[in-house]
């Protein structure tokens, strides 16, 4: 990657900031867009956790991750503290690798 590229990328996200706030204004969004923007957020960062949770560089890789994920989404789903939920994803993580490996 070259410094002008990296400067026009940022360039071009500075402006579609700007656009917004021209575009938009003071005006109050639609309440239906909203709610959608509200859950971009949440949307994304599921996608991210999937994403380094299944597959290691370009390939699909299925493994004690998975594991520690799964009991981690259960804690949270139970509302339990988030360190809770942190240490139980993490233990069964390393209880998976030991039996596993």
């Known amino acids: 990657m070259t410094w002008s590229l990296i400067l026009t990328i940022a360039a071009g996200a500075y402006a579609f900031k700007v656009l917004g ?4 204004g003071d005006r109050p969004l639609p ?4 709610r959608c923007l509200a859950l971009i957020p949440a949307a994304v960062i ?3 956790v999937a994403k380094d949770t299944l597959s290691v ?3 699909l890789q299925v493994d004690a991750r998975l594991a ?4 981690a989404i259960v804690a949270a ?3 339990m503290p988030v ?3 942190i240490i139980a994803g993490a233990a ?10």
């Open 92 to 101: 069964t993580t390393a209880i998976v690798r030991q039996i596993a490996g």
């Open 21 to 24: 706030l021209v575009v938009v």
């Open 77 to 79: 789903w139970r509302k």
């Open 68 to 71: 520690g994920v799964t009991v």
């Open 83 to 85: 360190i809770v939920v």
């Open 57 to 59: 560089g370009q390939h």
């Open 31 to 34: 309440a239906a867009l909203e």
């Open 46 to 48: 599921a996608a991210i």
